[in-house]
C-alpha cells in the first residue's frame, strides 16, 4: 500500500535490522522503545488493524516470533507485555503487535 511506513519496511525502501522473519511477518525495534526490548511484529502484507486480521498462518508467524525474542532476550521470570493498538487506537495503520520487556512481575495492564 503507498503512504503506509510499514510497507516501506517490506519493501526494503527503509532498512532495518531484522529481530524475526519469516514468510508471513517481519520483527524490528521500535524507534521509540518504551523497555530494553521494544520490537514491532507485522505482517507483510498490508492489514490495517487487528479487526482486519482474519489468516491464522499470520497469527501463528506472530506467536513463533514473539516466543522467540522472549527467549533469546530472557523475558521468563522478568515480565514482557504484548501490545496491538486497534480500532483506531493505533497511530499506524498496518497491524503491529508490540513486545515491551521486562516490564517486572504482576505489572499493572497499562
Ligand atoms: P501504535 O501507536 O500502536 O500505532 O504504534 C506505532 C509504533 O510504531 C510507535 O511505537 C512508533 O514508535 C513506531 N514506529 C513508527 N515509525 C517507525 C519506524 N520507522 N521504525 C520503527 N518503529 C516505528
Ligand atoms: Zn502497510
Redo the contacts with the bound molecule.
Keep these: 500500500m503507498t503512504d503506509c511506513?510499514f510497507c516501506e519496511?517490506v519493501k526494503g525502501d527503509?532498512p532495518?535490522d531484522f529481530r524475526f522473519k519469516d514468510e508471513n511477518v517481519l520483527a524490528?525495534?521500535?524507534?521509540?522503545p518504551v523497555a530494553k526490548v521494544h520490537v514491532?511484529f507485522i505482517p507483510k502484507e498490508h492489514i490495517a488493524a487487528f479487526e482486519n486480521l482474519f489468516d491464522d498462518a499470520i497469527l501463528s508467524s506472530i506467536r513463533k516470533g514473539i516466543q522467540k525474542i522472549v527467549e533469546q532476550n530472557d523475558l521468563v521470570g522478568k515480565g514482557y507485555k504484548i501490545?496491538v493498538?486497534g480500532g483506531g487506537?493505533?497511530?499506524?495503520n498496518h497491524l503491529?503487535f508490540?513486545l515491551i520487556g521486562p516490564t517486572g512481575l504482576h505489572a499493572p495492564v497499562v
Design positions: 511506513i519496511i527503509i532495518k524490528f525495534d521500535d524507534i521509540h514491532l501490545i493498538n487506537g493505533q497511530v499506524i503491529h508490540h
